[in-house]
């Protein structure tokens, strides 16, 4: 099984989490506020404070991460789907990430699969709100 690196872990990011970990995955998933790290921990995840808005607060998040889902189609900061999504992916090529799942919007889409061929990411996106094709979208990664 694979480490996996939630990017926006809310409400669907923990049941998201409650899955994987169900899966036998070792789950990592960030918030923005401290305070909701406990509700993280409580869905089986490893709680991680950082903000997708300053990606380098994530780096560390990535340690032993084999997959990132960024779980943020309903964000509605459009910098995410754009710059930082960009950023992120050139900051995965250093690392042991070897898949990429996106839930986000179609400008940031295209933006990601461009990424996923330029940096050579295997990518999987997955609708919006779509928690069950996220957790398919891992195991298709994985080759399981």
């Known amino acids: 099984m694979a480490r996996v690196l939630i990017v926006g872990c809310g409400c669907r990011g923990q049941a998201l ?8 995955h ?14 993280i921990a409580a869905a089986g995840a490893e709680p991680y404070v950082g903000d997708p808005d300053r ?4 780096m560390d998040a990535l340690t032993g991460v ?21 950023m992120m992916f050139e900051k995965l090529v250093d690392t042991p990430v ?10 940031g889409e295209a ?3 461009a990424c996923a061929d330029t940096w050579r990411i ?4 997955v609708a919006a709100g779509d928690g069950a094709a996220a957790a398919t979208a891992v ?3 994985l080759g399981t």
Not at 17 to 24: I, K, P, S, V, Y
């Open 26 to 39: 070792a789950v990592r998933g960030t918030t923005r506020d401290p305070a909701k790290a406990e509700a």
């Open 17 to 24: 989490a409650r899955e994987l970990r169900a899966a036998g």
């Open 111 to 113: 933006l990601a699969r």
């Open 98 to 107: 070897r898949g990429f799942v996106y839930e986000g919007t179609p400008h």
């Open 66 to 86: 084999t997959i990132v889902i960024w779980l943020l189609g309903t964000a509605p900061a459009p910098a995410l789907h754009d710059g930082r999504l960009r």
């Open 139 to 141: 195991d298709r990664l």
């Open 122 to 125: 295997p990518l999987e996106v």
């Open 55 to 58: 990606i380098a607060t994530l």
